[in-house]
């Protein structure tokens, strides 16, 4: 995997989307450690980008051979563009592909993690599990639409080491998926994809989350960002869930629709629906991530190549 820069434009409203997406190069980066991006996280405030990678290789330290999903973490270099490799963090708690997200905390000694599975991925991949156990832990995820298991995940940096642990008060969803924090960096939102809900948590002095309030959805839901300035939420959408599922799980050549959607309030006040875009997925199918840019809307896919441009509808919901 590789991580792109896209310049967006905004002075030109039939083009919205600047050149061609440019590739990061990584220096420093270990030779011969697979890179598999995720979620990540770019901070304004230390000029770091944290990345998710599944390596779906036994690449953890000593205390957990079997760890197969990082955070990697980068400094941003300009001029050019690119991006020097600083130093990877797992843990027993990541698993192989259970984390999904993460946003960097009050500083950059802090973390949140959001997990999605509740059992590791096969380092074989889903489709090759390596023994009765492990095919079982991957039926038990269907689970998840009766039951709540993934958590959050808060990691610290004391000294030169790394420790993980589950969040204190966050509580339990049926799938986390995307996660945000704002720009007091004392407010983290989370989202539980199955579930049709995003989470409103306040950070308090020694870390635990306090759950503030939820809100629901009108379809499910992906990824999440706070958009700094407004103090609006976007997020992704997954409007038709059982094509989304056969794509994941027999279909890979599906056409999932996707789409976007916008909250306006605050922290204080919460929030409403005020934006409701819905794509049919033949430009790009199965939305994962979606931002709005002047007239129109990027939309991003896990597994489809390329970004969908789409002019907004600036409808208020009734």
């Not at 002075?11 to 890179?35: I, S, V, Y």
């Not at 993460?102 to 509740?118: H, P, S, Y």
Request: hydrophobic letters at 35%; a neutral charge.
């Amino acid at each position: 995997g590789e991580v792109y820069a896209v310049t967006l434009n905004p002075e030109n409203a039939d083009a919205p989307l600047g050149g061609t997406p440019r590739l990061l190069p990584r220096e420093g980066w270990p030779e011969g450690k697979p890179f598999q991006p995720h979620g990540m996280f770019y901070s304004n405030a230390t000029n770091r980008l944290l990345v998710l990678s599944h390596t779906f290789q036994p690449l953890g330290p000593p205390e957990c051979p079997e760890c197969g999903s990082f955070v990697e973490i980068f400094e941003v270099l300009r001029e050019p563009l690119r991006l020097k490799y600083i130093e990877s963090i797992t843990s027993e708690l990541f698993g192989t592909c259970v984390i999904n997200d993460v946003v960097e905390g009050r500083n950059a000694d802090e973390m949140f993690i959001t997990t999605w599975l509740w059992y590791p991925k096969p380092m074989n991949g889903s489709k090759n599990p390596m023994s009765i156990k492990t095919f079982l832990q991957q039926k038990a995820s269907l689970l998840a639409l009766f039951t709540k298991q993934t958590h959050l995940i808060r990691c610290l940096r004391s000294s030169d080491s790394w420790s993980c642990s589950i969040a204190r008060d966050a509580g339990y969803a049926h799938q986390f998926n995307g996660i945000a924090i704002n720009t007091k960096r004392d407010t983290i939102f989370t989202v539980d994809s199955v579930a049709r809900k995003f989470y409103q948590y306040t950070i308090t002095p020694k870390g635990a989350l306090v759950k503030q309030r939820e809100i629901e959805t009108p379809h499910m839901i992906d990824n999440i960002d706070y958009v700094h300035g407004t103090g609006d939420l976007v997020l992704g959408s997954i409007p038709v869930g059982y094509k989304a599922l056969s794509k994941l799980e027999r279909d890979p050549h599906a056409i999932v629709p996707g789409g976007y959607l916008r909250f306006e309030g605050s922290e204080e006040k919460g929030y409403t629906l005020a934006e409701d875009l819905v794509h049919d997925g033949t430009a790009l199918s199965m939305i994962s991530m979606a931002q709005g840019w002047g007239d129109y809307v990027l939309l991003g896919s896990p597994n489809s190549h390329g970004i969908a441009t789409c002019k907004r509808r600036r409808a208020t919901p009734s």
